[in-house]
Every structure is written in C-alpha cells, then in structure tokens.
C-alpha cells in the first residue's frame, strides 16, 4: 500500500480516501500475487508486468478502468450493478455500494485472458 500512500494523502474527503483505501486493500488481500504500481498518477494493479486494473478517484464517483475487452465483456453486469460507464472504464458513485464480486470477476478475467501476454495494455 506505501505506493499509494502519495495518491491516498492528496485525497481531501476523508470519507473518499476511506472508500478508496478500503477498495485498494480489498484488491491486494484479494489477489497477493498482483504488483500495485502508480502509472500516469492512477493507482493500479499489474499481473506479470501487464496491466490489470486501474482504480482512481473522481469528485463523484470511483472509477474503475479494466480495459475495454473486459468492460465489454462485463456490459450486462456493470449496468445491471447500476454504474454508468464509458468504453474503458464504470463508475462507481461514493455512496453507491460497491459491488465486490464483479470486481473480482473482472479481474480475474483479466488475469486469466491475459495470462501469455507480454505488452503492459492489450493491442
């Protein structure tokens, strides 16, 4: 977590910091065998030396940006959890819950899809 100490620090709401700390912490506890590093002032997770997820802060929300191949292959869980999302990333309202088990699945996929690859982002 010390990699993100900087990022989590410069978070003023306590309660988003909270939230944010304990998502990054769930994510780690989680899936010990992934590396959090901070590329591009996100917070994120690599496998292998390949991106696996990202999760970073927003005035309203928390986003979640598991790369594209994923967020499609997810669209029917993200909207059925209620979060709005783009072609690479979902939000995650601070009050809204988060939903742990598509997190989970998400990165899993990721992990598993991505397993043989050498590149940090899918090409």
């Known amino acids: 977590m010390d990699v993100f100490t900087p990022y989590l620090s410069a978070i003023d709401n306590q309660d988003h910091r909270i939230r944010m700390e ?3 912490n769930w994510i780690m ?3 010990p ?7 591009w002032n996100t917070p994120m997770f690599t496998d292998h030396g390949t991106f696996i997820i990202g999760i970073s802060t927003a005035k309203q ?4 940006a598991p790369e594209e191949v994923t967020m499609t292959h997810f669209a029917d ?9 783009t072609k690479g990333l979902f939000r995650i309202k601070w009050k809204d819950p988060v939903d742990y088990k598509l ?3 998400m990165i899993t996929y990721n ?4 397993a043989e690859y ?4 899918r090409k």
Do not use: C, N
Request: charged fraction near 30%; avoid cysteine.
């Open 77 to 85: 869980r993200i909207e059925q959890s209620g979060y709005s999302a």
């Open 61 to 64: 929300h928390v986003s979640v």
């Open 103 to 105: 997190l989970e699945d």
């Open 111 to 114: 992990i598993q899809d991505k």
């Open 22 to 24: 304990e998502i990054l």
């Open 29 to 31: 506890e989680k899936f």
């Open 118 to 121: 050498t590149d940090f982002w």
């Open 33 to 39: 065998q992934m590396e959090p590093v901070m590329k």
